[in-house]
């Protein structure tokens, strides 16, 4: 189903699966964070995420998948936004705007949640099944910005040019992200401003784009 296209309100029974999903990928990024994937097991993080471990094992397969459900809330939140342009937005700004508004934080607590993702990649460098989660997440929202692209573009857009852009915008946040989450365990780069990740993904956006003729337009 496209993102753009309109779809029932979820019943109560999958609301509560989808909020119970994200309680256990939280507790997974915090423990992740706290101790490495190594240090962490399944029965921890259902501990944490007050459940059981059944309940765990009923929703993800492994402790790395547990993660999937905080990342593509993140990813569904930006491709939500951008399907939301006004008409007649040239789409190079539309997917700039997109983009950092996605990740400059609100208020405290997602601020919160960008540093959790941050503490999530630095665990993940170490741990090749956490990040085979990052990419698979990346992908699947890659595929599912073309369709936004596409129905942003208009039916006479080249769809090698749709393509692309959604490689690059997606790519764009993801190596900002990776960019921003590098250095020692102790540093504390900034959410907002020069050298944040909406900082950081604009330049990759920019960068990525510039021969696209569909942005460019």
Known sequence: MSDTTPS???????RRKAATQLDIARAA???????????????DIALRAGVALRTFY????????AVAPLLAGGADRWRAGLA???PGTPLAAALERSVTTSLTPADAEAGEELRGTRGLLRAAAGDPALRA?????????????????AGLAGPDADPLEVRLAAAAATDAIRIAL?????????????????????????RCLRELTGGIGLLRE
């Open 84 to 86: 939301a342009t006004a």
């Open 29 to 43: 990024v915090e423990l992740f964070t706290e101790r490495g994937p190594d240090g962490t097991t399944a029965e």
């Open 178 to 202: 990776e960019s921003w989450a590098e250095g020692e365990p102790g540093d504390e780069p900034p959410v907002r401003g020069e050298g944040s990740p909406a900082a950081l993904a604009a």
């Open 133 to 149: 989660v990052w990419y698979r997440v990346n992908q699947e929202s890659e595929e599912r910005l073309r369709e936004v692209l």
């Open 58 to 65: 009923r929703y993800f397969r492994s402790k790395q998948d």
């Open 8 to 14: 029932r309100a979820p019943s109560l029974t999958e």
